[in-house]
Structures are given as structure tokens and as C-alpha cells.
């Protein structure tokens, strides 16, 4: 199974003491420069959220009660059986999904009171759609350093806006939102110097 269920292995993990997925402001052996990693055993579970999308219609969904939220328009997801899955491929063609898909999401605190929100299945979206993650975060949302970094399956984060602009990460005071652009599902978690 491609998308094997992440946080099970989380669990086992967390309770071996193990630091193996989950992300944090906090540095530990980065693997390049601007990634991170901890363990989510620091971290609080707030929620987590299934729904459906539908890809024949554009969509908001509610993630956390409402603290935070993602976008799709339609058509946006690349079918999972058929398309490919990693940092290589988020750009690549693929053929939309044309089925509904159930997703859940996650949503953790960190110790610092980042979020992090983590979805299953992992999925990728169609090169040129516009997914947009909402995520709440008062104090980020006033902090210019703030971004949102997506969180690899082996637990490291990295901003990727230094590979593609179009994700790059913004941010309303007014509304104390932090919200990019995102190519693909894993986790993501905003950092913030």
C-alpha cells in the first residue's frame, strides 16, 4: 500500500520514544538548510477531520472546528492509482481523479502552539490547480518569517517556496491566517523565527 497510515506508525513510534515523523520549529540534524524535525510525542492532537472531496465540484472544507481550512477547485486532485507520488513528480501531468475521495486531516499543536496538520492519503494535485491551506495562528500571521513547510513522510520539514515560488507563504494579521498555495498532501506546520 502506497499511502501506508501514518499515524498508527506515529503511535507506535511516539511510544517507543523513537523520533521518526512530525515537525517542529526546532532543529535536530537538518537534513539540508531550512529543515526540521521532532517528534510529535511534544506535540498536542487537536482534532482530526474526514471528508469527502468531490472532484466535480470546487470546494472549502473545515479542518480543527473551524480553525482552520483548504480550497479545491474542481478537478484538482491527480487520481491516486494512476499517478505517481514525491518531490519529483509534484509538477509532472497526471490524470485527475473522477471519483470522490475520503481524506482525513489531523491537527496537531506544537509546543511553541504551531499547528500541524497531517492528510491521508497522500495524494498530488493537478499541475496548475490552486489548493490553498488556511491555517490559524495568531501570533504567525504578524511574524514576516512565518511560513507553512511541507513535512515528508520521514518526518522532514522544508519551506518549499526556494523551489517554487507559486507556494509561497502569506499571511493576514487581520484574521491571524497563514495560507499558501500547496502542490500535494503529507503534513505541513507553520514555523515561525
Same mark, same amino acid.
Given at each position: 500500500?502506497?499511502?501506508?497510515?501514518?499515524?498508527?506508525?506515529?503511535?507506535?513510534?511516539?511510544?517507543?520514544? @523513537? $523520533?521518526?515523523?512530525?515537525?517542529?520549529?526546532?532543529?535536530?540534524?537538518?537534513?539540508?538548510?531550512?529543515?526540521?524535525?521532532?517528534?510529535? *510525542?511534544?506535540? +498536542?492532537? @487537536?482534532?482530526?477531520?474526514? !471528508?469527502?472531496?468531490?472532484?466535480? $465540484?470546487?470546494?472549502?472544507?473545515?479542518?480543527?472546528?473551524?480553525?482552520?481550512?483548504?480550497?479545491?477547485? %474542481?478537478? *484538482?486532485?491527480?487520481?491516486?492509482?494512476? %499517478?505517481?507520488?514525491?518531490?519529483?513528480?509534484?509538477?509532472?501531468?497526471? *490524470?485527475?481523479? $473522477?471519483?470522490?475521495?475520503?481524506?482525513?486531516? +489531523?491537527?496537531?499543536?506544537?509546543?511553541?502552539?504551531?499547528?500541524?496538520?497531517? !492528510?491521508?492519503?497522500?495524494?498530488? !494535485?493537478?499541475?496548475?490547480?490552486?489548493?490553498?491551506?488556511?491555517?490559524?495562528?495568531?501570533?504567525?500571521?504578524?511574524?514576516? +518569517?512565518?511560513?507553512?513547510?511541507?513535512?515528508?513522510?520521514?518526518?522532514?520539514?522544508?519551506?518549499?517556496?526556494?523551489?517554487?515560488?507559486?507556494?509561497? +507563504?502569506?499571511?493576514?494579521?487581520? %484574521?491571524?491566517?497563514? !495560507?499558501?498555495?500547496?502542490?500535494?498532501?503529507?503534513?505541513?506546520?507553520? %514555523?515561525?523565527?
Amino acid at each position: 500500500m502506497r499511502a501506508c497510515n501514518r499515524l498508527h506508525r506515529l503511535v507506535a513510534t511516539c511510544a517507543l520514544g @523513537v $523520533v521518526l515523523a512530525g515537525c517542529s520549529t526546532d532543529a535536530v540534524a537538518p537534513a539540508q538548510s531550512g529543515t526540521s524535525r521532532v517528534s510529535l *510525542a511534544t506535540a +498536542t492532537l @487537536v482534532n482530526s477531520t474526514v !471528508f469527502t472531496y468531490d472532484p466535480s $465540484v470546487g470546494q472549502s472544507y473545515s479542518l480543527a472546528g473551524g480553525a482552520h481550512r483548504i480550497t479545491f477547485p %474542481s478537478g *484538482a486532485v491527480c487520481d491516486p492509482a494512476l %499517478s505517481t507520488y514525491g518531490p519529483t513528480e509534484w509538477d509532472k501531468p497526471c *490524470a485527475p481523479l $473522477v471519483a470522490p475521495i475520503a481524506i482525513t486531516a +489531523t491537527t496537531y499543536t506544537d509546543e511553541l502552539g504551531h499547528p500541524y496538520i497531517d !492528510f491521508q492519503p497522500a495524494l498530488r !494535485f493537478v499541475p496548475g490547480a490552486e489548493v490553498v491551506l488556511y491555517m490559524k495562528d495568531k501570533a504567525a500571521s504578524e511574524n514576516p +518569517t512565518a511560513v507553512i513547510k511541507w513535512c515528508g513522510p520521514d518526518g522532514a520539514c522544508v519551506d518549499e517556496s526556494a523551489q517554487s515560488p507559486a507556494v509561497v +507563504t502569506r499571511r493576514d494579521g487581520n %484574521s491571524g491566517i497563514v !495560507f499558501r498555495v500547496i502542490k500535494h498532501f503529507s503534513g505541513y506546520l507553520i %514555523s515561525a523565527s
